[in-house]
């Protein structure tokens, strides 16, 4: 592996099946660049967020995805957070119709706190399954302050973990989805 390469622990041949990532980071940024390159890459791109859409839309310049707000608001591209059924037929329908896409679930926190965490932990492996026979890409910011450590030993066993490396001061990490591997690249080498 060469030096500031971040390798899933997984066989380096061209995955079968779909991956669900888990980030562990406190801010989704590092999250929000991963699913930028896979959109730059050409997947198509679905968004649900705790966040504003526009907002992200602008703080991440998402370009070419679609973008849904999970709110109780009532209104176009919103989404109820307690009507997990809802949110599962929607990702379900758009990897139905978009092959090997890439899906970025924002708000996970969020989400536990309108439901329960077995129910959230029921409706996740429900999201694992799909996302593996579509053979699309999953990625799922949390923040692991707001949970038990029971609780997140409990999503680490079936997801594929990823803990960002430190950023140098004022510097951008550069990766990309190769072959169905992650690698982070350091920016000076681009």
Do not use: C
Request: glycine content about 6%; hydrophobic content about 40%; overall charge negative.
């Amino acid at each position: 592996m060469r030096d500031g390469e971040v390798k899933n622990q997984t066989s380096d041949a061209v995955p079968a099946t779909g991956r669900f990532f888990l980030i562990e980071e406190r801010t989704p940024d590092f999250s929000y660049e991963m699913f930028g390159n896979a959109i730059a890459e050409g997947r198509t791109g679905l968004v649900m967020t705790r966040d504003f859409p526009a907002d992200v839309q602008r703080r991440y310049d998402i370009q070419n995805a679609q973008i849904y707000w999970l709110t109780h608001l009532v209104g176009e591209n919103h989404f109820n957070p307690t009507a997990l059924g809802l949110l599962l037929s929607k990702i379900t329908n758009f990897l139905d119709h978009n092959k090997r896409s890439a899906i970025l679930l924002d708000g996970i926190e969020y989400l536990i706190s309108q439901n329960n965490y077995e129910r959230i932990l029921h409706f996740l492996h429900q999201v694992r399954d799909i996302i593996i026979i579509h053979m699309g890409t999953l990625i799922m910011p949390l923040d692991t302050r707001v949970l038990e450590e029971k609780e997140i030993a409990l999503l680490e066993r079936n997801l594929e973990v990823i803990t960002p490396p430190e950023r140098p001061s004022g510097k951008k990490l550069t990766f990309e989805l190769e072959d169905g591997l992650l690698k982070l690249l350091r920016h000076t080498e681009r």
